[in-house]
Each structure stands twice: as structure tokens, then as C-alpha cells.
């Protein structure tokens, strides 16, 4: 490396090490409706990218009004989830009809990453409120802070859903665009299980299932096929059914309102698995993983407070 490369690398450093607001506020894209998923994977598909060391992102945003939720689309959600389909409304399902609105960020000229491969890394869902799920929802997102790690670059889109013009939901999603930052690895802390655990069968059509109710069909989770193209090995469970099932496992822990869900994804869930499941309490907090059949590799872990 060069006397100036490692210049720049120190400047980008220094300008990186406190995560960075987006630049350039830009009005909201409105849509009247959801959009065509099709339409918009296959631009996902082609969409390159432009991002250099150090850029900020643009403040970039999606909002959609007036949106109801279909009953037969929640219970069909409900039971790929393994919630009750008289249960309350699940914390992760606002997320998933938000999936629209993110893909409809990434696919901009302006978003400076390709769309596919971005890596997600955390989850972060507080539900502030109940509410009727008859009543609209007013859903917006946009991209929130970023900071280079020694992976790349990490990145967030925030969301947050409005009833009767107040806020009952928020999420913030941490994704990781991979990129050579010269920035130092950190130790990691190994990732232990605690209580008994109760074992999973995931079935080798859960990511074709959950796509078909989310709209995800990115090929990752389809087919051993597809996944393959992309590096994978066999089809992987999309992270966001993995913290939902987690989620229906833990419902009777779980208020009506005024708690935050924080999950971190770790390896592939690849399709079929058996997986291990634990959970405990400590500090008044909920802790929870999800583990290979060894129970030596955690797939998530998670924590309700």
C-alpha cells in the first residue's frame, strides 16, 4: 500500500469513526399503492452500482398512505409464522408490508449500491401502540445513519407506522454493504445459548412459501439452484420469518404494546435444517437464539425488553 493510500484510508477513518446522517434530504417518493413486486425485482436485478469509500448516502425516502391490512393475508402470514391466528398483531408483520418500500429505495439511480447483496445484519422493531388493523396506516422509510466497520460499509433504512397521525411502530434495519475498508477487526464475543431447548423442523419450502406472502422472491431463498448463482450452498430462510417464528414461540411473554424486539443475524439458515430454539429471562429482559441441530453455531440471537 502506498504512502497516499494509507492517507486516505486514515482520512476515511477519521471521518467514519462516529456513524454518518444521510446528505441531502430529498421529499419523499409517494406511491398510491404497493407496487408491482415483479416489476421492481427485476430492476433490483440489474440495478448497478456507484458507491465510493467514504460517500454519504442520500436521504432517501418512500411513503405510502391509507394502507389496509387484508385479514386473509395476516392469517395467511400468521400461520407461516407460527402465531395464533386470534393472537395479536405480530411485531414483524409491519416490517414485511414495508418490504415494498425499501426495494423501491434501492432500486433509485441515486442509491449509490447495487440492490441485491446487501447483506442484513440487525433488526430493531418497538411496538410503541395497539391498534385496530382494520384502521389505515400511513408506513414511510427511509435511509437513516451509516458507518464503515471493518466489513464494509454498514447502513440503515428506518420505518415507521402512523394510525390516527400517531406513531404506533418503528423499525430500524442494519444492512452491510461488503467493501475493503483497511479499518481493523474487532474480537468478537462467542455467542452462548441458555435454557432448554425445543427443536425446529424448517421445511425446504419456507423461503418459496414466505415469498409468495411477503413478495421476497429474491433467489437466494428459493431454490438450491438460485441460491448457488449467488454463493450459497443450498437456499437459505429469509432473517426476517427466522425472528417471526421466534417471535410466535415467545408470544405468551410478549405485552400488547410498549416493547422493543432486537435481533442479530448471524449464519445461514440453510433449507431443510434442524434448529434448536432457547430462551431465558435475565434482568427482566428476554433473551432468546436460534442454533444449528449442534447447538455450536448461532443463527440469531435476539432480545425483548
Same mark, same amino acid.
Given at each position: 500500500?502506498?504512502?497516499?493510500?494509507?492517507e486516505l484510508n486514515m482520512n476515511v477513518m477519521n471521518k467514519s469513526s462516529q456513524a454518518q446522517k444521510p446528505t441531502q434530504i430529498k421529499p419523499p417518493i409517494v406511491m398510491q399503492e404497493l407496487p408491482s413486486m415483479p416489476s421492481m425485482l427485476g430492476k433490483a436485478?440489474?440495478?448497478?452500482?456507484?458507491?465510493?469509500?467514504?460517500?454519504?448516502?442520500?436521504?432517501?425516502?418512500?411513503?405510502?398512505?391509507?394502507?389496509?391490512?387484508?385479514?386473509?393475508?395476516?392469517?395467511?402470514?400468521? !400461520?407461516?409464522?407460527?402465531?395464533?391466528?386470534?393472537?395479536?398483531?405480530?411485531?414483524?408483520?409491519?416490517?414485511?408490508?414495508?418490504?415494498?418500500?425499501?426495494?423501491?429505495?434501492?432500486?433509485?439511480?441515486?442509491?449509490?449500491?447495487?440492490?441485491?447483496?446487501?447483506?442484513?445484519?440487525?433488526?430493531?422493531?418497538?411496538?410503541?401502540?395497539?391498534?385496530?388493523?382494520?384502521?389505515?396506516?400511513?408506513?414511510?422509510?427511509?435511509?437513516?445513519?451509516? !458507518?464503515?466497520?471493518?466489513?464494509?460499509? !454498514?447502513?440503515?433504512?428506518?420505518? %415507521?407506522?402512523?394510525?390516527?397521525?400517531?406513531?404506533?411502530?418503528?423499525?430500524?434495519?442494519?444492512?452491510?454493504? $461488503?467493501?475493503?475498508?483497511?479499518?481493523?477487526? %474487532?474480537?468478537?464475543?462467542?455467542?452462548?445459548?441458555?435454557?432448554?431447548?425445543?427443536?425446529?423442523?424448517? +421445511?425446504?419450502?419456507?423461503? $418459496?412459501?414466505?415469498? $409468495?406472502?411477503?413478495?421476497?422472491?429474491?433467489?437466494?431463498?428459493?431454490? +438450491?439452484?438460485?441460491?448457488?448463482?449467488?454463493?450459497?450452498?443450498?437456499?437459505?430462510?429469509?432473517?426476517?420469518? %427466522?425472528?417471526?417464528?421466534?417471535?410466535?414461540?415467545?408470544?405468551? !411473554?410478549?405485552?400488547?404494546?410498549?416493547?422493543?424486539?432486537?435481533?442479530?443475524?448471524?449464519?445461514?439458515?440453510?433449507?431443510?435444517?434442524?434448529?434448536?430454539?432457547? %430462551?431465558?429471562?435475565?434482568?427482566?429482559?428476554?433473551?432468546f437464539s436460534l442454533f444449528n441441530q449442534r447447538a455450536d453455531q448461532a443463527h440469531l440471537e435476539g432480545i425483548i425488553t
Amino acid at each position: 500500500m502506498t504512502t497516499q493510500e494509507k492517507e486516505l484510508n486514515m482520512n476515511v477513518m477519521n471521518k467514519s469513526s462516529q456513524a454518518q446522517k444521510p446528505t441531502q434530504i430529498k421529499p419523499p417518493i409517494v406511491m398510491q399503492e404497493l407496487p408491482s413486486m415483479p416489476s421492481m425485482l427485476g430492476k433490483a436485478a440489474f440495478k448497478s452500482g456507484h458507491y465510493a469509500l467514504g460517500d454519504q448516502l442520500p436521504g432517501l425516502s418512500t411513503q405510502i398512505n391509507g394502507l389496509v391490512i387484508s385479514k386473509p393475508h395476516l392469517l395467511a402470514y400468521k !400461520e407461516l409464522c407460527g402465531f395464533q391466528p386470534d393472537s395479536a398483531l405480530p411485531a414483524t408483520y409491519l416490517h414485511m408490508l414495508a418490504f415494498p418500500l425499501f426495494l423501491k429505495i434501492l432500486i433509485q439511480q441515486d442509491f449509490p449500491m447495487r440492490a441485491m447483496g446487501q447483506v442484513h445484519l440487525r433488526n430493531q422493531i418497538s411496538v410503541l401502540q395497539q391498534f385496530d388493523s382494520r384502521q389505515p396506516v400511513n408506513m414511510t422509510a427511509s435511509i437513516g445513519s451509516s !458507518e464503515l466497520t471493518s466489513r464494509g460499509l !454498514e447502513w440503515n433504512i428506518d420505518v %415507521s407506522a402512523e394510525v390516527d397521525q400517531q406513531v404506533v411502530w418503528t423499525s430500524e434495519s442494519t444492512f452491510l454493504h $461488503r467493501c475493503k475498508t483497511g479499518m481493523p477487526r %474487532s474480537a468478537v464475543a462467542p455467542i452462548r445459548h441458555e435454557g432448554e431447548a425445543q427443536s425446529w423442523s424448517v +421445511d425446504a419450502d419456507t423461503g $418459496r412459501r414466505y415469498a $409468495r406472502v411477503s413478495g421476497d422472491y429474491n433467489p437466494i431463498h428459493l431454490t +438450491d439452484i438460485t441460491a448457488k448463482l449467488f454463493g450459497f450452498k443450498q437456499a437459505i430462510a429469509h432473517g426476517m420469518w %427466522s425472528k417471526a417464528r421466534c417471535l410466535a414461540a415467545l408470544s405468551a !411473554e410478549l405485552p400488547a404494546d410498549g416493547y422493543s424486539v432486537d435481533v442479530a443475524f448471524h449464519r445461514p439458515l440453510f433449507l431443510p435444517s434442524q434448529v434448536l430454539f432457547y %430462551s431465558h429471562r435475565q434482568d427482566g429482559q428476554q433473551n432468546f437464539s436460534l442454533f444449528n441441530q449442534r447447538a455450536d453455531q448461532a443463527h440469531l440471537e435476539g432480545i425483548i425488553t
